[in-house]
């Protein structure tokens, strides 16, 4: 006998075990998605401190001369910086070159002294003391040193006593020594005596960096003072993070949203019932508050509880295992217990009181009132609602074009893409009921009369129809957006790839400007090679002037006979020693013209002027970011910075040439030899481990939103049990049953898929806006992936639920509840 009004709660659980269960499972969900999108928001964030820490260090300013000046900081100015007010520290490094043994030529070199700021920018670890020397992977492999061994560098002898990784933006090849080495190095070189090229300046937490910048700026004109958060590099790609972030945020709690709205719809529908049952038998207002704080406090806190401990499951096991999967060590970040605590609390207070204020407000309304809205089925399309949807459409639109094309706020963008995308879903009840009333009489045609039942039984029931569909929708939308972003940002790394690769295998080196390789001798050396089919070098690069407008170009010498024989340039005159080749993008700024003529200016000899003529224009010249090219014997041998820069090789025998190739970096350590594919192999490596978090965040969102939907589509049958029953009653069979549940299964999968793609394209040219400048890649594949995985899961799982259905007895099911 149940004395109490907690028994009288349980009793609920022990009457409706599926409806219970089925409500728990989905506040674990909702609640784990929501906890690993917060989660994946504070990594977003987490992403340029670290990329900010990876390339500046814990410092907050840096000083130096401007590139053009030969000028270094004597102590009287480093003292005048250190007792700036507001600088807390400040790490004085020696910057020069120096010739290494074992390569013959110079290296850019850095004195350092023990502290802090110099460990962290240069990120080494150990002390470094008088005559040992610290050096990057790249040039220890070079030098074929390591720790341990010893290096000549100026005449002295030096221990190597750590190598460090590649850091992209310290560049190639860097040496580490201690500063009063360094500084004794370049003071017998220029007779000055100074302590630093540049400064490293910690800031105290209490005083703005700008600030300190502008009065540092004052003392000289010629400084150059740079300030880690201004990095446009690293601020584009953090705001690109939380663009994305915050469209996937706000998906993500629209997803749990609906979740929550479709799966509690039959709880709360017999949860009205009995309380106004109970109501009518005279308990009272207590009562009844009593009965639904225990059924819905049991149902969210436990399954905020499952969800939370899903959330750490995921974060401590499945984020491991995704980095298996895709080949390299997982980096998370540890578990943010707070943030997760404090989400988890939210999500209760806010289910419970979703849950308890439909049931409180109908405390003083008569039960048969309650029972009798209870059993509508449908939408109320009052003209108000209509006329929200349309304002907020119309608004979002006005917003998208004052963002996208006047003022050009990424804000404007998001918030007016957002608008759009919701103001759509919202339309889906008012057209839904027209679209199944067509799409009825066609499935008549196709499949049978009891398609066209199955899909007329859904036309009163749009509003327990309609969660089901914007569910499936909305799921849809986030696969659409971070496909799209995954696939963009991977077509971004390989073209990039590609662009540098214009035959198989490309050699490059490592020291840059400052080659002595001899490009004559190694072209003759990699042509013996027996399967080299050819082989064309070209300089390093350098900037020169176009006189007639001063505009600046970089440029290359080739082997352009060469060149043209690999079928890298076509149409090349006979005559080619004062001959020109241009990119189509610098014809058109420049307005240049096959066979016209024009002088370079090479102002860093003198202003000493080339004359040259345009003798092709072509779409692109081998190597990055060049803009015109001549030969290696034509008038501009002379100008600076044209070493060895890169070697192009034709091959139909990649591996083979690759390994024959092995015995060149002998003769020429420096150099870095890769094929085509193992660069695209590379690149997405970097491409994975830089964005595996938003992968891994993306697989657990689907998965368990997919989850949900099979939960909802499941809890949306069997409230119908008693529908299929009459139909069994009146004439269809097994079999039919069967068809007509999986007939509504598929319909709500393909109605919700057709509109999520839809609005995802939608919601991805919007944002596009933000960087029109961009290329969208749409990644095809995995969405009809997908769709097809949905498809076929779902005729397994419905066509096994509906034969169960099938097997019921009819009597039984007739009395089963509306829902």
């Not at 022990?14 to 609640?31: H, W």
């Not at 003071?187 to 600030?211: F, G, P």
């Not at 605590?341 to 409180?360: F, K």
């Not at 080196?509 to 390789?517: A, H, K, P």
């Amino acid at each position: 006998m149940i004395i109490s009004m907690r028994g009288l709660a349980l009793r609920f659980f022990q009457a409706n075990k599926i409806i219970a269960s089925s409500c728990i499972l989905t506040v674990m969900l909702a609640v784990s998605l929501i906890i690993t999108m917060t989660s994946f928001s504070s990594y977003v964030k987490q992403i340029s401190v670290n990329e900010l820490h990876r390339i500046y260090g814990d410092m907050d300013l840096s000083i130096q001369y401007e590139s053009t000046t030969i000028q270094g900081m004597d102590d009287s100015f480093v003292h005048q910086i250190t007792s700036l007010a507001g600088v807390q520290q400040v790490s004085a490094i020696m910057e020069t070159q120096l010739s290494v043994n074992g390569l013959g030529i110079a290296v850019d070199a850095v004195g350092v002294d023990n502290d802090d700021l110099a460990k962290s920018k240069y990120h080494f670890q150990r002390d470094i003391i008088d005559h040992e020397a610290m050096m990057n992977q790249s040039l220890a492999e070079s030098l074929g040193v390591g720790v341990g061994d010893r290096i000549q560098a100026e005449n002295s002898t030096y221990l190597v006593s750590e190598v460090l990784d590649d850091q992209d933006r310290l560049g190639k090849n860097i040496l580490i020594l201690p500063r009063a080495e360094v500084k004794q190095i370049v003071q017998e070189r220029t007779n000055a005596n100074n302590e630093a090229t540049l400064l490293l300046l910690k800031v105290d937490n209490n005083y703005d960096s700008l600030n300190l910048a502008a009065s540092i700026r004052k003392l000289d004109s010629n400084l150059r003072v740079e300030i880690p958060q201004e990095d446009e590099i690293v601020t584009k790609n953090q705001r690109g993070f939380q663009g994305f972030t915050v469209v996937l945020s706000v998906l993500v709690v629209i997803v749990s949203i609906l979740l929550l709205i479709s799966n509690f719809e039959l709880l709360l529908y017999k949860n009205k019932n009995q309380l106004a049952i109970l109501r009518s038998i005279g308990a009272s207002t207590k009562q009844i508050v009593s009965i639904a704080w225990y059924q819905c406090g049991i149902i969210t806190v436990v399954g905020a509880g499952l969800g939370f401990l899903l959330s750490w499951v995921i974060h401590h096991y499945a984020y491991q295992e995704l980095g298996k999967l895709f080949s390299f060590k997982s980096d998370t970040s540890a578990f943010q217990y707070t943030s997760a605590l404090v989400t988890t609390c939210i999500c209760v207070v806010t289910v419970i009181l979703g849950m308890l204020l439909p049931s409180i407000r109908n405390i003083r309304v008569l039960p048969l009132k309650v029972v009798r809205s209870n059993e509508e089925n449908n939408f109320v399309h009052k003209n108000a609602q209509r006329g929200l949807i349309y304002f907020v459409l119309i608004g979002g639109v006005f917003l998208l074009i004052i963002g996208g094309y006047v003022i050009e706020s990424p804000l404007f963008i998001l918030i007016s893409s957002l608008m759009i995308v919701i103001g759509l879903m919202s339309l889906l009840p008012i057209y839904l009921s027209y679209v199944f009333s067509k799409l009825a009489s066609l499935l008549k045609l196709l499949f049978g009369p009891e398609s066209y039942v199955a899909v007329r039984n859904l036309i009163p029931q749009v509003k327990r129809n309609t969660f089901v569909i914007l569910t499936i929708s909305a799921m849809v939308i986030i696969t659409v957006f971070g496909s799209t972003i995954l696939q963009t940002g991977r077509a971004g790394g390989d073209n990039y790839v590609r662009d540098q690769f214009d035959t198989p295998i490309v050699i490059t080196g490592r020291t840059g400007y400052i080659s002595d390789i001899n490009h004559s001798e190694l072209k003759s050396i990699i042509s013996r090679l027996p399967t080299v089919q050819g082989v064309s070098i070209t300089s390093s690069g350098g900037i020169i002037k176009i006189a007639k407008n001063k505009q600046d170009i970089h440029f290359e010498l080739a082997d352009l006979k060469e060149m043209e024989k690999q079928g890298l340039l076509t149409n090349l005159p006979d005559r080619i020693d004062n001959a020109i080749i241009v990119t189509r993008q610098l014809a058109e700024s420049s307005q240049l013209q096959i066979g016209d003529s024009i002088d370079l200016v090479d102002e860093s000899t003198q202003h000493k002027r080339h004359s040259v003529i345009v003798t092709n224009i072509v779409e692109k010249i081998p190597g990055p970011f060049i803009d015109a090219v001549a030969d290696w014997d034509s008038v501009l041998k002379e100008a600076p910075y044209q070493s060895f820069g890169t070697a192009f090789i034709s091959t139909s025998e990649i591996e083979r040439t690759l390994s024959e190739l092995k015995e060149l970096k002998r003769v020429y350590p420096e150099l870095q030899i890769e094929s085509y594919d193992q660069a695209i192999k590379r690149s997405d490596q970097m491409f994975y481990q830089r964005w595996y978090l938003f992968i891994a965040a993306m697989i657990v969102i689907l998965l368990s939103v997919t989850i949900g939907v099979f939960n909802m589509l499941v809890n949306n049958i069997q409230s119908k049990r008693k529908e299929f029953a009459i139909l069994r009653a009146i004439s269809v069979d097994r079999t039919g049953i069967k068809k007509v549940i999986v007939t509504q299964v598929m319909l709500f999968i393909l109605v919700g898929l057709v509109q999520g793609i839809g609005l995802g394209l939608l919601l991805i040219n919007a944002i596009r806006l933000i960087d029109s400048g961009s290329k969208i890649i749409f990644d095809f594949m995995v969405i009809s992936l997908m769709g097809v995985v949905m498809l076929t899961a779902a005729a397994f799982v419905f066509t096994w639920l509906g034969h169960r259905m099938g097997s019921r007895k009819v009597t039984l099911e007739l009395q089963a509840d509306q829902r």
